[in-house]
C-alpha cells in the first residue's frame, strides 16, 4: 500500500513540475485572403453590430444577450454577451488604425475568468487584403493544465478559421 501512495505521489509531483514548466501565455493565429480592398474589411471588424454577421461565436446560443457601449465602432467601442454555450464577457476595442489593424481587450467572466488580447491585422495584397485574427493572453496554472490536453489552437483554432471564411464571403458579397 506505501509503494502504490508513493508512485501517486511521484506522478502527481511530476505532473506539477510538467504543469508548472509550460509557458506562461499563449497566442495563437490564423489568416485568409479576402478579395476586398482593406477599408472594406475594416468595417466589418470596428464595428460590433457587424460581428453577428460573420463571428461564429455569435450563433454559439439562439438567444445571446448582447449590450453595446462607447462609441458606436472604432476605438472605445464596447460589447458585452451573455448566453448559456458563449458564456459571459465584454470586448473594448483599444486600437482601430484605419485600415489595418484592430486591437480588442476581450474579458470573459463565464464560464471561467479569462483576460486575452484579440488583434485584426489587415494587409493589402494583389487582389485584395490578408487578414490575420490572433488571440493571446496569460496561462495561470489551471489553463496550463488544461492546454496540455486541448491546446488553444485546437480549441478555438476552427472557430476562427469559421469566422474568417464569413467576414470573406460578407466583405467579397
Known amino acids: ?85 458563449a458564456g459571459a464577457g465584454s470586448m473594448l476595442i483599444v486600437e482601430a488604425t484605419a485600415p489595418s489593424k484592430v486591437v480588442i481587450k476581450l474579458d470573459f467572466s463565464k464560464p471561467f475568468e479569462a483576460h486575452n488580447i484579440a488583434e485584426f491585422t489587415m494587409t493589402p495584397e494583389a487582389g485584395g487584403t490578408h487578414v490575420s485574427w490572433a488571440m493571446s493572453g496569460p496561462l495561470n496554472f489551471l489553463t496550463k493544465a488544461m492546454h496540455l490536453v486541448m491546446p488553444m489552437d485546437k480549441m478555438v483554432g476552427p472557430q476562427f478559421e469559421e469566422g474568417l471564411a464569413n467576414l470573406k464571403r460578407n466583405a467579397e458579397g
Open 1 to 85: 500500500m506505501n509503494t502504490a501512495f508513493i508512485v501517486a505521489g511521484i506522478v502527481a509531483l511530476g505532473f506539477i513540475v510538467l504543469v508548472f514548466s509550460r509557458p506562461g501565455s499563449f497566442r495563437m493565429e490564423r489568416s485568409i485572403s479576402i478579395a476586398a480592398p482593406p477599408e472594406r474589411v475594416f468595417a466589418f471588424i470596428q464595428d460590433f453590430h457587424e460581428w453577428t454577421k460573420w463571428s461564429p461565436f455569435e450563433k454559439l446560443d439562439t438567444d445571446l444577450k448582447r449590450s453595446y457601449s462607447g462609441a458606436p465602432s472604432g476605438k472605445g467601442a464596447g460589447y458585452a454577451w451573455a448566453g448559456k454555450k
